[in-house]
């Protein structure tokens, strides 16, 4: 339907609820509900004996449906004759009690504090569109005037932002309560392609004797939803528009199926507020045969493995499903600081919620099943949290792996879908020295004496990273006790630096990092040691860069970029725009030995930006050799300054793999096969 906004933002566009007032046509008023929609919370606010005021009561059937269930005492108005003359007649044998006046609702005849209930279904949404609100604005006003003590204000509206801000700012002023009603379908309903999607409002303003000094502003689900505060008058308008939302976002999963829509929607704790589950609807691919009793089911994402490929990427989403052969598939992740008890409990919680993402078609009795990995919820325990004045709140946590391994991680709240650092635990007979008690600054909670592992790298990138090394001949016979100086830009949790020291031969490594609270972190919680193998530089990699270059006589085998970008805003995640431009690269190279190799973590979402950043890459270094990641946006690259044919380097490059493996593993056997890695080497 045309009608349907793409975003809840589009909720408050002046310019979309214009096309949709134009477009609502002559059944307009059926949208707003008929009785048995309306009547629960109708009755709650008007009692039989109450002298109601109806306000631009058009040819809704309305009042005739009060009327015949027991209200007596209804005064119709409306500014059309037609359609007075016409209800007049209609109602005139049959309903005799029941009687409609031309009236302008702006400007009554009628006495102060005569009435004890307004009753206006769709006309504040009409008027409110004239003089610029001033018709609304006055129409209010007046029933305010004829409302007496405890009388309230009972309005149907489709709740667009400019018109029901208007409302609910006016009465805030005069001091009345205010309360919205949401109305949305049941649940399991069936619903049809041009049935209506967006949910009826219904706005109940009530008058007090005394202004109340603070505003009671409440929203409501259905007719006898508890009713949830909010402090500001924009927080109450932002629920609604996330309500008038996922109104659409529910019309659209009820009615058709969309395997690329990754619609996906946040349910937030009753009390707090705050973020509890992520669900990502994904449905399988068209045409795919599907056994009957497969058309619907809910998948757990273990605690820990939310940013796994499979479930945090489009393309493993699609991957899950088609595996999973359901016919929908809805993914949910579970939120960081929430408590959950067991996957019962997890399902329980779910149940009363998923009809409402069933496919088109679904009975709505059938049963929905509950799938996870292993059958339980995962394991996460926080262990420290703190602020950085660059980076945001962070946390560092342990989780428990699909593997069954413990992991330690650092993770930006910013952005909770990227893992910034992450190590593997092992068992320790004491618990590392490092696991300081901060209260200031930091929780921590866990007891089991465990420690980092240095010897394996968890992240795919860096074993690629360390494999390039290869490319300089390292462990070979010509090369054996040479030393390999490296300059690394972006910290981490220090695991590739440490790697470096401890299993390159002869390897020095200094690492730039921005962030001083992260080299801090590193340290207590990551195992980071510092020594004259292994030095910190703290400050901007790229005035570091310039720095080294201009003081000239320092040159380096290996220059490492493997810094993230803060801004969310470009295609690019990983490095910062100005670290490939042709400036800084040309800087780099100069700053190689002439055996030198530039190793770049390059994480790019855009085909045109990624284009652009080879193109400059290959503009400064002759032979350029690129790896992607497999099941990642991430892809590394080996850039030499030699002029030398990148083609031929890589079928001499299985010799020198086996001299750098043997190499590593002359200490402790690192868990890295530089073979196997190199494999998948591409020229570019």
Known sequence: MSLLPRTAEEFSSAEYWEKFFKKRGERAFEWYGDYNKLCGVLHKYIKLQDKVLVVGCGNSELSEQLYDVGYRHLTNIDISETVVTHMNQRNAERRPGLTFHQVDATQTPYDDTSYQAALDKGTLDAMASEEEGALARNMLTEVSRVLGVGGRYVCVTLAQE??????????????????????????????????????????????????????????????????????????????VREHQAYSVLRKRLRTSTDPDSNLTLTLCHAKTGLPRYTLTVQDGPPGAKVPRPNQFAIFIVPRGSETAWLYSSSEGRRQLAASAN????????????????????????????????????????????FL???????????????????????????????????????????????????SRLVSSNTASSHKKKNKKKAKATSSAPLSVDSGFLCCAHHEVMVAGLALLGVGMLQSKDVPVSVLLVGLGGGGLPQFLRDFVPSATVEVVELDPVVLEVAKEWFGFQPDDRLTITLGDGLERICALEKEGGRLFDVIMFDVDNKDSSVGMSCPPAAFVEISILQKVCNLLTPRGLFILNLVCRDPALRKSVLERVSGVFPSVLSRKIAEEINEVLLCSCAEKDAAHILPTLSQAAQHLQSALCSNRRPHIDIAELLKELKVE
Request: include cysteine; hydrophobic fraction near 40%; charged fraction near 25%.
């Open 162 to 239: 400019s018109v029901i801000k208007l409302a609910v700012e006016h009465f805030v002023q005069l001091g009345w309560a205010v309360r919205l009603h949401c109305l949305q379908e049941e649940r399991g309903r069936k619903e049809e392609e041009n049935s209506f999607a967006l949910p009826v409002f219904v706005l109940v303003c009530t008058k007090f004797r005394q202004p109340m000094p603070t505003p009671i502003l409440e929203l409501c689900i259905g007719d006898d939803g508890a009713p949830v505060r909010h402090a500001q008058v924009s927080k109450l308008l932002s629920a």
């Open 326 to 369: 359901f016919r929908r598939l809805v993914i949910v992740a579970m939120h960081r600081s929430q408590e959950y008890t067991d996957m019962q409990a997890v399902q329980s919680e779910l149940s009363p919620v998923v009809m409402d993402l069933a496919p088109p078609g679904m009975p709505a009795n059938q049963q929905v099943p």
């Open 372 to 422: 996870s990995v292993g059958g339980d919820l995962g394991w996460r325990e926080e262990v420290s949290r703190g602020v950085s004045q660059l980076s945001g709140e962070y946390c560092v946590e342990n989780v428990r792996g699909e593997d069954g391994e413990l992991y330690r991680r650092l993770v930006f709240l910013s952005n909770t879908a990227l893992v910034q650092s992450e």
